[in-house]
């Protein structure tokens, strides 16, 4: 059975960076979707993206339209994670950020990133 | 890009029925869209109940179920029991392989 774990800085400054790492036992990150979904305080969830690594490609991608210009998701298959980068952060953005499979079948327990200086 | 709707909250009583809809503002709901939901209790990540309109996983309670209701998608909860009482979110997949995820059900059993 799958496992995915998220883990990164759990503040970040506005206008800096957000960076987050889902590492994944159980399964290869290979051949496979891998989600990004993140949800605000009392809101609802909300897609960010995924990616698709395997031998032939570099690692597909696909974002949501309302973040694309800031997101991106990309694969390590030597460490066996994906990873998350978000820019220009602002108060907006402070949320639990999930990674999950590609059918949204498994996820991680979340990670709550705050967004405040 | 599409936004998909639900009811804010519902209420049912212990052992009743309640359905839950979602939709969508770039028309009808359909198969195509490959509905899922999904429940998520205080302080946990969203578990998957629903997939493809109307597949249950192995842990999924006999007394949910899912299907697409005068073009929408719908879960129905029959014999509703107090731990059912949580968020719903469904799920809908569209063209260009992006997701969109409903504005989520609040469940009160009582």
């Known amino acids: 059975q799958v496992q995915l774990q998220e883990s990164g800085p759990r503040l970040v400054e506005p206008s800096e960076t957000l960076s987050l790492t889902c590492t994944l036992s159980?399964?290869?990150?290979?051949?496979?979707?891998w989600n990004w979904i993140r949800q605000s305080p009392g809101k609802g969830l909300e897609w960010i993206g995924y990616v698709y690594y395997s031998g032939f490609t570099n690692g597909i991608t696909n974002y949501n339209p309302s973040l694309k210009s800031r997101v991106t998701i990309s694969a390590d298959t030597s460490k066996n994670l994906f990873s998350l980068t978000l820019t220009s952060v602002t108060a907006a953005d402070s949320a639990v950020y999930y990674c999950a499979t590609r059918d949204f079948d498994y996820w991680g327990q979340g990670i709550l990133v705050t967004v405040s200086s | 890009q599409a936004v998909v709707t639900q009811e804010p909250s519902l209420t049912v009583s212990p052992g009743g029925t309640v359905t839950l809809t979602c939709d969508s503002t770039t028309g009808a709901v359909s198969s195509g869209h490959y509905p899922s939901w999904f429940q998520q209790k205080p302080g946990q990540a969203p578990k998957r109940l629903i997939y493809d309109t109307s597949n249950k996983e192995s842990w999924t309670p006999a007394r949910f179920s899912g299907s697409l209701l005068g073009g929408k998608a719908a879960l129905t909860l029959s014999g509703a029991q107090p731990e059912d009482e949580a968020d719903y979110s469904c799920l809908l997949s569209y063209s260009g392989g992006r997701y969109v995820f409903g504005t989520g059900t609040k469940i009160t059993v009582l």
């Open positions: 159980g399964r290869s990150i290979s051949n496979s979707y």
